[in-house]
């Protein structure tokens, strides 16, 4: 059975950093392209960042571009979120996403997706 789990979430202030993990087990992490996406109340879920299995393509946001970075290391089934420069508005619960075919290049569109964590809170305060 495929498990992500994310951590790293908290409390931080406007224009703090904060780096989000995702653990995953049940399938061979390796082979499968990864995402962020956070989802806001009253807002859609939107993607932040993607990538793909081997780290090689990565996709970002334009509203997080040049401050988020999404990285992966595969001998420890972990792909990670480096958020610098928070703004209040990125206040929500941030998920990481597994694709649903290997050697998929990073995507964005949220079908491909088949597998789910249970989501971190991140809150920026002003």
């Known amino acids: 059975q495929v498990q992500l789990v994310e951590s790293g979430g908290g409390l931080v202030q406007a224009v703090d950093s904060l780096r989000l993990s995702c653990a995953a087990s049940?399938?061979?992490?390796?082979?499968?392209?990864m995402g962020w996406l956070r989802h806001a109340p009253g807002n859609e879920r939107e993607f932040v960042s993607v990538i793909s299995c081997v780290g090689v393509n990565t996709k970002n946001a334009d509203s997080v571009k040049g401050r988020f970075t999404i990285s992966r290391d595969n001998a420890k089934n972990t792909v990670y979120l480096q958020m610098n420069s928070l703004k209040p508005e990125e206040t929500a619960v941030y998920y990481c996403?597994?694709?649903?075919?290997?050697?998929?290049?990073?995507?964005?569109?949220?079908?491909?997706?088949?597998?789910w964590g249970q989501g971190t809170q991140v809150t920026v305060s002003s």
């Open positions: 996403a597994s694709d649903r075919q290997t050697y998929g290049m990073a995507t964005s569109v949220m079908y491909d997706y088949d597998y």
């Open positions: 049940g399938r061979t992490f390796s082979t499968y392209g």
